[in-house]
């Protein structure tokens, strides 16, 4: 296993349409979360699970996203009837809760442009 | 609300020389502090995490000190060399992390 993963890389799609995002943690992992980041910004908390359930979801998080971990394997995250406002790198990170220093892996991040 | 101030601006330094980076937050008490580097494109990746009853913690060219009563972490990366140039983000932690804005740290030769 050699990290976290994220597919696509870039996606560009029109307004009002829906995307889907997968991440892959890294496998041992029971903890995977989302996070947005634009320009100049740091990245901004979504979403995050711990093994499959759901634990807590930011405020920010409009109805039009959702995200699953079917599993408590891989993730996915959509948006639907995406907006220009949504453009942004969207972040994937894992950690164990027993393990280390608590630190997150990320993932390369999927660049999502709205036209 | 809970606030991360870091210098927005950019860090410029000589190649040889310190930087310092300052992580500034209010309306928080974190039980301990991340440090990351962000490089263009990219996943931010975890350097170096501080709890509150430390004071400093190093690795390798890195130091991180964490002062509670100031509500301040600096961050230090002695005998700076290019390759470091990067951003630099803090964030505390609250299961998930919370992010300050990140420092551009450019070291030119």
């Known amino acids: 296993d050699t990290g976290v993963s994220q597919d696509p890389r870039h996606k560009i799609t029109k307004r009002g349409q829906n995307v889907t995002f997968r991440c892959d943690p890294i496998?041992?992992?029971?903890?995977l979360y989302w996070y947005r980041q634009t320009l100049g910004q740091g990245p901004e908390f979504l979403t995050y699970f711990q093994n499959e359930a759901q634990l807590e979801k930011s405020r920010l998080l409009s109805d039009r996203f959702s995200a699953e971990r079917p599993k408590g394997s891989f993730s996915t995250l959509e948006i639907q009837r995406t907006e220009q406002g949504d453009s942004a790198m969207y972040l994937c990170a894992s950690s164990s809760q027993l393990a280390g220093d608590g630190e997150q892996f990320f993932g390369p991040g999927t660049r999502l442009t709205v036209l | 609300s809970q606030k991360i101030e870091q210098n927005s601006e950019a860090l410029n330094i000589q190649e040889g020389k310190t930087a310092t980076l300052t992580c500034n937050y209010t309306n928080y008490s974190p039980a301990y502090l991340q440090w990351y580097r962000q490089d263009p494109g990219r996943g931010p990746v975890f350097l170096l995490l501080?709890?509150?009853?430390?004071k400093e913690k190093r690795k390798e060219r890195l130091k991180v000190t964490f002062d509670t009563t100031l509500k301040q972490s600096l961050f230090h990366i002695t005998a700076s060399q290019p390759a470091d140039s990067a951003t630099y983000l803090c964030?505390?932690?609250?299961?998930?992390?919370?992010f300050g804005t990140g420092t551009r740290l450019q070291v030119f030769p």
């Open positions: 964030a505390l932690e609250d299961d998930k992390l919370i």
């Open positions: 501080i709890r509150e009853n430390e």
């Open positions: 496998s041992e992992h029971n903890r």
